[in-house]
T-cell receptor
């Protein structure tokens, strides 16, 4: 099955702990994205990567870090510096800017709760 | 990216067409209109996109006005599984890696 997987679906952490959210895709997509969604709100871009070993900050990058060592993987670390980390986190991928189509495919999301 | 305006909620009877409007009066020439939907607690799902011409695929039709300031997503025969929040997004492909800016969307309830 081709697609994007995010794990785990639910994650609980204590305040002050860093936590890493996994995102894997087997669509051979160049570009990957992390979004955050708060209750009743739309999605906001945290980080994006258009190619391996390169990534850019989105609109709300403070308190987050990412890496893109492999094309298939784009993990997101929520650090203790993130003031309100409890949210629904969504990973997406697309063929990238080389394609005018550039539709984004989303994973099922990880719901992070910081206690 | 241009801002979009959508009604916060709509109802539709099962089997009838659902017509979801979107205003994007400040759209510029290189911006596309995209529609996504999000079923509760799932990731958004791409539906359709267009630039100037009307588009149709297996899920929906997209009607864009000639001046491109508004559009309508049409689900021709709505089912209960179409109940979701529908997002209209205007997007320039080369802005911040092609990021999607999601507004509040329209919550569509399909009723039996």
């Amino acid at each position: 099955d081709g697609g994007i997987t995010q794990s785990p679906k639910y994650l609980f952490r204590k305040e002050g702990q860093n936590v890493t959210l996994s995102c894997e895709q087997n669509l051979n997509h160049d570009a990957m994205y992390w979004y955050r969604q708060d209750p009743g709100q739309g999605l906001r871009l945290i980080y994006y990567s258009q190619i391996v070993n390169d990534f850019q900050k989105g609109d709300i990058a403070e308190g987050y870090s990412v890496s893109r060592e492999k094309k298939e993987s784009f993990p997101l670390t929520v650090t203790s510096a993130q003031k309100n980390p409890t949210a629904f986190y969504l990973c997406a991928s697309s063929m990238g800017l080389s394609s005018s189509y550039n539709e984004q495919f989303f994973g099922p999301g990880t719901r992070l709760t910081v206690l | 990216d241009a801002k979009t305006t959508q009604p916060p909620s709509m109802d539709c009877a099962e089997g009838r067409a659902a017509n979801l409007p979107c205003n994007h009066s400040t759209i510029s020439g290189n911006e596309y209109v995209y529609w996504y939907r999000q079923i509760h607690s799932q990731g958004p799902q791409y539906i359709i996109h267009g630039l100037k011409n009307n588009e149709t695929n297996e899920m929906a039709s997209l009607i864009i006005t000639e001046d491109r300031k508004s559009s309508t997503l049409i689900l021709p025969h709505a089912t209960l599984r179409d109940t979701a929040v529908y997002y209209c997004i205007v997007r320039a492909l080369y802005n911040q890696g092609g990021k999607l800016i999601f507004g509040q969307g329209t919550e569509l309830s399909v009723k039996p």
